[in-house]
């Protein structure tokens, strides 16, 4: 596949520049729009290739279109990554310095609880503490739906998780910050937060709830892949990734 950057590429690139991330079937979409409207073939299985192209061109300006899951679904998305800037600080032009310090304790929270979630409440509370110019209660509330609007977040019932995006994109410093209280999923090697873990004390392995599905499906008696102790946790089911259209 050749690595020349065409007009279909920056196509694609343009779009994901607007977006930040899109899931994967979005970006089979936006392959195929990208190279019909430019009359460039289409090879459906090579959108990995076609991506590397693009990659191959951003490298020297730090930047980089990554593949990562869903911790949520299970389902992949493309992210657009600033490779400079690592730290919550890529995030400076647009939040002020106090919201980027409660940013970073909500962050504290999700990755230092059970299940990878941090409830209003405990966010609310952390917002008292800040070392910067306080938040009103009524402040606090809009930054956590900016945060949710902008993808750094996500919110479900009051409980807030690191979204894709922010996985995605702020890897190296969750590994660096929290290198003591993050672990990687057992089937997939990614970060996990939202996830099943072994009970057996001397074990202790961590699966995302969707690679838990998958792995487990149709085998009679769920086993650790690791210590194959029996697994006592609820075996969700496999969740199929919704059709989309994306131009």
Same mark, same amino acid.
């Given at each position: ?8 590429h920056?196509r694609?690139l343009q ?5 930040g991330?899109? #899931?994967e079937?979005?970006a089979?979409? /936006? ?11 289409? %090879?459906p !299985? =090579?959108l990995?290739?076609f991506i ?9 300006l ?8 869903s ?21 400076s032009?647009?939040?002020?310095d ?12 999700i ?8 409830s209003?409440?405990d966010?609310?509370?952390?917002? #008292?503490t800040l070392?910067?110019k306080? /938040? ?5 509330e ?5 945060? %949710?609007? !902008? =993808?750094?977040l ?8 690191l ?5 995605i994109?702020?890897e ?12 990687v ?9 939202q996830c ?10 961590k699966?995302?709830?969707?690679c838990?599905?998958?792995?487990f ?11 194959e ?10 969740r ?7 131009r």
């Amino acid at each position: 596949m050749s690595r020349q950057m065409g007009d279909s590429h920056r196509r694609f690139l343009q779009t994901m520049m607007a977006n930040g991330i899109i #899931d994967e079937q979005g970006a089979k979409t /936006l392959h195929q729009y990208s190279c019909d409207t430019h009359s460039t073939q289409h %090879v459906p !299985d =090579k959108l990995d290739d076609f991506i590397d192209a693009i990659n191959s061109k951003l490298q020297p300006l730090f930047m980089q279109i990554r593949k990562g899951m869903s911790e949520d679904s299970g389902h992949q998305f493309y992210a657009l990554v600033d490779m400079a800037e690592t730290d919550v600080t890529r995030m400076s032009s647009d939040y002020a310095d106090n919201e980027l310090e409660l940013f970073r304790k909500t962050m504290d929270l999700i990755v230092g609880s059970e299940n990878g979630k941090a409830s209003s409440t405990d966010i609310l509370n952390s917002a #008292d503490t800040l070392t910067t110019k306080k /938040l009103k209660k009524s402040e606090t509330e809009h930054l956590l739906n900016r945060l %949710v609007h !902008d =993808k750094w977040l996500s919110e479900k019932r009051g409980e807030y998780t690191l979204s894709t995006r922010c996985i995605i994109e702020m890897e190296p410093y969750i590994r660096t910050m929290y290198q003591d209280q993050v672990k990687v999923c057992h089937i997939c090697h990614n970060i996990a937060f939202q996830c099943q873990i072994c009970e057996k004390p001397t074990c202790g392995i961590k699966i995302h709830n969707p690679c838990v599905a998958r792995y487990f499906k149709g085998r009679a008696e769920p086993r650790c892949p690791a210590c194959e102790d029996f697994w006592p946790h609820e075996i969700p089911e496999v969740r199929r990734p919704q059709s989309q259209s994306r131009r």
